[in-house]
C-alpha cells in the first residue's frame, strides 16, 4: 500500500496513529468510568496496562515509518496531490511543535503514573495511600493525552485534509 487507509496521502502508520488518537480518549474515558463509578480497580488497572502497552508500540512503530522510512513528516506531507504554500507549510509545522509538547510529555505522565501504580498500589487494586497521588497524575495524563489526540487530529487536518 503507498498511501495510508484514510484516503488522502499518508502512510499507513499515521492513518493508524490518527485512528488511534481517536480512539484512545472514549477508552481511557471508559477505564475511568470503570474506575469511578463501577468502583472496578482490576478493569481499570488492566484497561490502562494495555493502553499504555498498545500506544507504545504504535508510537514506536510510527516514528520508524516516519523518521527512518520516510525521512521525516516533511517527506510525507510534500506527497500531497495538492502541494501546500509556504505559509501553509510554515502553519502545519507550529501545529506540529504545539503537538509534539503534549505527545512528548504524555508518555513521561503515563509512565510515571503507570509505574508508581504498580509500586504502591496493591495487588489486587484497592485504595491506598497512593490514591490521591494516582489521581492528580491520572488526570494530568488524561488531560495530556487528550490535548495529544486534539493537537495530532488538528495536524492531520492542516497537513494532508485542508485545501485538499
Known sequence: MEYGFL???STFMLDFVVSALVLIVPLLLFSLY???IKRNFSLHKKLQIVLGAVLLVAVTAFE???QIM???WQ???NQREVPLTPEQ???ARNVLYVHLVFAVST???WATTLFLALKRIPNPPAPCAHSKLHQKLGWISTIDITLTSLTG???YYVAFIASA
Request: no cysteine; charged share 10%.
Open 107 to 109: 508518555p513521561l505522565f
Open 70 to 72: 520516510h525521512g521525516g
Open 7 to 9: 484516503g488522502y496521502r
Open 89 to 91: 507549510f510554515n502553519f
Open 75 to 77: 517527506n510525507i506531507v
Open 34 to 36: 470503570s474506575v469511578k
Open 64 to 66: 520508524i515509518d516516519v
Open 153 to 155: 487530529l488538528y495536524w
